[in-house]
């Protein structure tokens, strides 16, 4: 079995269906589901139909799940409407399979979905326009003794190193 990192990038949307009666617009948000650790990206306020984020996400992934669970590689996107005087509405919804994608890096040590659009679709099972991700796995990204909390929030994949702490000469 093979440890990784799944980073999602969900870059942007367009045609969403306005859910809204009055006060103009929507105010989209995305939750990203992998098994039972989920993310919510920021709220699009005021970009209504055409929301734009750019926010990556990442997801500690085992190849091959052998955990039994249900739906093992499946990446569920739940496209919100943020409401500050009542619940919020869902907007709709969209899965990514994810299995060829974590057999693509094991094989490689690294694969790319380069960012595409993914449709919606409404409770209603009509299109309700689309959501733009890409996806990149690597594996062994994760140690053996990280915690899965140190993967819970909005913790970056990378950080930046401004050198050793030498003593200057």
Request: proline residues 4%; hydrophobic residues 35%.
């Amino acid at each position: 079995m093979v440890n990784g990192l799944l980073e999602v990038v969900l870059v942007d949307a367009a045609g969403f269906g306005d859910t809204e009666c009055f006060l103009g617009g929507i105010d989209p948000y995305v939750l990203i589901k992998y098994k039972s650790h989920e993310r919510e990206s920021s709220v699009a306020r005021g970009e209504g139909s055409k929301p734009v984020w750019n926010e990556k996400f990442n997801f500690r992934v085992q190849y091959p799940d052998d955990s039994g669970g249900r739906d093992p590689y499946k990446l569920f996107f739940k496209v919100m409407d943020k409401d500050t005087f009542s619940a919020d509405d869902l907007i709709g919804q969209t899965v990514i399979y994810v299995e060829d994608l974590l057999a693509l890096g094991v094989e490689k040590g690294r694969a790319e979905i380069h960012p595409r659009k993914y449709s919606v679709v409404g409770s209603n099972q009509s299109f309700n326009g689309g959501i733009r991700v890409g996806l990149i796995f690597t594996p062994n990204k994760v140690s053996e003794d990280e915690t899965e909390e140190e993967f819970g929030g909005w913790r970056q994949a990378f950080h930046l190193h401004h050198g050793d702490d030498e003593e200057e000469e």
